[in-house]
């Protein structure tokens, strides 16, 4: 069992970029594939990328591919998710969740969630 910790979610305007990390409060992400979602008010939860913790191999949403980076760095037992060209679509609280491997892009798979961080729209 493991569980997650999402942190730097704030306030964002059209075009920013800012960068969400994903870590473990007293475990180690080192055996789960980690995948981030999102869920926006009014909206059903939207998966947006996950990465494999043996290959590093990376799937991506249409909806983000070639605006988002997921990333992992394993001597900081932490999960990143770089956020590029935000469009107003993109406010929302973003999760991540863990899953034994392979990685995947199907939300139900992922056993261990995270509370989420917030990214709401700059007004």
């Known amino acids: 069992q493991v569980q997650l910790v999402e942190s730097g979610g704030g306030l964002v305007q059209p075009g920013d970029s800012l960068r969400l990390s994903c870590a473990p409060s007293?475990?180690?992400?080192?055996?789960?594939?980690i995948g981030w979602f999102r869920q926006a008010p009014g909206k059903e939860r939207e998966t947006l990328s996950c990465?494999?913790?043996?290959?590093?191999?990376?799937y991506y949403a249409d909806s983000v591919k070639g605006r988002f980076t997921i990333s992992r760095e394993n001597a900081k037992n932490t999960v990143y998710l770089q956020m590029s060209s935000l469009k107003p679509e993109d406010p929302a609280i973003y999760y991540c969740?863990?899953?034994?491997?392979?990685?995947?892009?199907?939300?139900?798979?992922?056993?261990?969630w995270g509370r989420g961080t917030e990214v709401p729209v700059s007004s």
């Open positions: 969740a863990a899953e034994s491997p392979p990685c995947g892009l199907i939300a139900p798979r992922y056993a261990y």
């Open positions: 007293g475990s180690t992400l080192a055996y789960y594939a």
């Open positions: 990465i494999s913790n043996i290959d590093g191999t990376t």
